[in-house]
C-alpha cells in the first residue's frame, strides 16, 4: 500500500509540473450544532490528499494538480448521529486558490427528513437500529418505546404529565421517535416477543437529534470485563458493578478488573458504586458470546454539608414499623412490602421508587435524586428512617429494608405532616424495627454472584 501511494505521489508531482498546480481551502460547519466543526477530515476522493480541520473549522491543501475534485467531510462527532457532510465537486486552476463552504443538515432539515414534518422549536427525534443481542440480526417487527416526563401549563399551575412515544422498528431495524424533549432525559426500551432491551435514561442533547442503537435479549450468556478506575486513572478495588434489573453483581479486584458473567443480554443500564466516590450509571451493549469490555473511571462526589446527627425515639405504636399493615389498611398512600422489595434485588433504596405514581428518578453529578412531580414546581420528597427524619444519602440497601411507605401531601399521617406540607413524604422501614433481622450473607465467590 505504501507504494501504490509513493507511485501516486510521483505521478502528482510530475502532473503538476507538467499542468500547474493550485490550492484548495474553506470551512465546514456543524448546522446541527450550529458551530464550526472542528477534527473533522477533508478528503480529496481518489487522491492521497487530506486535511484535518482546526478548532475554527478551516482547512487549507496545497500544491494540488489542477483539475476538478470530488471533496468530502468525515466526522466522528457526525458519525455517530448517523449524520453526514455531503460531498462536493470543486475546480482548482494552476495558480489559484479554490474556496469551498461546507455543512451538515440543519435540525430543521433532519428532522423534517426523519419525521416528515417539522418539530416545536423545544422538540427532538430519536433515531437507532434495534438488533437481537445473538447474532445481530436486525429485530424486524419489535418496538420502541420513549417515555420521560414533561410540565405544562394548566388552570395557572404548572403540571406534571407522562409524555410516551412508541415506534416500530422496521425490516432493516430502523426505529424513529418524533418529539422527544430537548435537552431533557427520557427513557428507552426496545421489545421484540420474548426478547427486549433493558430500561436505559438517555440524555437528548439541546440541539434536538440523538441517536442510540439497541440490543434486544433475555438470556443470560452475557459477560461484562473490564477496569474501575479513579479520576487519576488507579486501579480501584471493592467497587460493586451490577445491572439494574439483574441479580448478578461483580466486585473489581486489587487491580480494578472486574468480570459480571451470566448476565442479561440486551442494551442495560449498568451501575458502579463504591463508598466515597458518586455513583456511575451508563448503559452497555451485552452480546450472546462475545464479553463487553469496559473501562470505567470514578470521581468523588460533590462537595456536602457536614453529617447533622439527630437524636432522638421513634413514635411509638402504630407510628412504628408495627402499624404498617394498619395504615395500609387505611387505603392512604402507597406501600411496598418486603416481597416486592426482595423481587427487585439489592438495589438502592431510592432505585425501590422507581415506576411509583408522581415520583421520578433522575442523576445529577453522579448522585441519585427522586424528584416529586405533581407540586407545581416539582419538589423533594421528605425521608424517614424508622420514624426518624433523614437524608436520602443514608437511607440503607433493599436488603436491609422491611417496608416503605409513600405519601402525597394530603395523605401524610400526622405524625410525620411536620416534615413536609407541600411535598411528598416517603417512611423507609428496616428489617430491624420490624424485628426481622436480615440473615447473613456469606460473600460472592470470586467476586461474583447471582
Request: aromatic share 6%; net charge positive.
Amino acid at each position: 500500500m505504501r507504494g501504490g501511494l509513493f507511485v501516486w505521489g510521483m505521478l502528482v508531482a510530475a502532473r503538476a509540473a507538467a499542468q500547474g498546480s493550485g490550492a484548495i481551502a474553506g470551512s465546514v460547519f456543524d448546522s446541527l450544532r450550529a458551530r464550526p466543526l472542528a477534527a473533522a477530515t477533508v478528503v480529496l476522493e481518489g487522491t492521497p490528499f487530506a486535511t484535518r480541520t482546526d478548532s475554527a473549522g478551516r482547512f487549507a491543501i496545497d500544491s494540488v494538480p489542477a483539475g476538478a475534485y470530488v471533496v468530502s467531510v468525515e466526522s466522528e462527532s457526525l458519525d455517530s448521529l448517523g449524520v453526514a457532510v455531503a460531498a462536493a465537486r470543486a475546480t482548482i486552476a494552476a495558480g489559484s486558490r479554490a474556496e469551498l463552504a461546507l455543512g451538515s443538515p440543519s435540525r430543521r432539515t433532519l428532522t423534517a427528513m426523519v419525521c416528515g414534518g417539522s418539530l416545536a422549536d423545544d422538540a427532538g427525534v430519536l433515531i437507532g437500529v434495534v438488533r437481537d443481542a445473538a447474532g445481530g440480526k436486525a429485530a424486524e417487527g419489535a418496538t420502541v418505546r420513549v417515555e420521560w416526563t414533561s410540565l405544562s401549563a394548566q388552570g395557572g399551575a404548572v403540571v406534571a404529565q407522562r409524555a410516551l412515544v412508541t415506534s416500530p422498528v422496521s425490516d432493516r431495524g430502523l426505529y424513529r421517535a418524533c418529539g422527544v424533549p430537548a435537552g431533557g432525559t427520557v427513557q428507552v426500551r426496545a421489545t421484540g416477543g420474548a426478547r427486549a432491551s433493558g430500561v436505559v435514561e438517555l440524555p437528548i442533547a439541546i440541539y434536538g437529534f440523538a441517536r442510540r442503537d439497541l440490543l434486544v435479549g433475555g438470556d443470560s450468556g452475557g459477560i461484562v470485563r473490564g477496569a474501575v478506575l479513579d479520576s487519576a486513572r488507579a486501579p480501584l478495588a471493592g467497587a460493586r458493578v451490577s445491572l439494574a434489573g439483574d441479580s448478578a453483581f461483580a466486585m473489581s479486584d486489587d487491580r480494578g478488573a472486574f468480570a459480571l458473567t451470566a448476565a442479561l443480554t440486551g442494551t442495560r443500564e449498568l451501575e458502579v458504586r463504591r463508598v466515597g466516590y458518586a455513583p456511575w450509571r451508563g448503559a452497555v451493549d451485552i452480546r450472546s458470546g462475545a464479553p463487553t469490555m469496559l473501562t470505567v473511571v470514578m470521581s468523588k462526589p460533590p462537595t456536602v454539608l457536614a453529617t447533622v446527627n439527630v437524636r432522638g425515639a421513634p413514635a411509638a405504636t402504630e407510628s412504628g414499623a408495627q402499624g404498617f399493615a394498619a395504615r395500609k389498611a387505611r387505603g392512604n398512600g402507597r406501600f411496598i412490602d418486603r416481597r416486592a422489595i426482595e423481587s427487585r434485588g439489592d438495589i438502592e433504596a431510592l432505585e425501590l421508587l422507581r415506576g411509583t405514581p408522581g415520583i421520578q428518578l433522575s442523576t445529577a453529578r453522579g448522585v441519585t435524586v427522586a424528584t416529586w412531580t405533581r407540586s407545581s414546581t416539582g419538589c423533594r420528597p421528605a425521608y424517614f428512617l424508622d420514624g426518624l427524619v433523614t437524608d436520602s444519602r443514608a437511607l440503607p440497601r433493599a436488603s436491609d429494608i422491611e417496608g416503605i411507605e409513600i405519601y402525597s401531601p394530603s395523605e401524610v399521617p400526622p405524625q410525620y405532616a411536620g416534615a413536609s406540607m407541600r411535598c411528598a413524604v416517603v417512611l423507609f422501614w428496616t428489617r430491624r424495627s420490624a424485628g426481622s433481622e436480615p440473615a447473613a450473607r456469606a460473600p460472592p465467590d470470586s467476586g461474583m454472584s447471582r
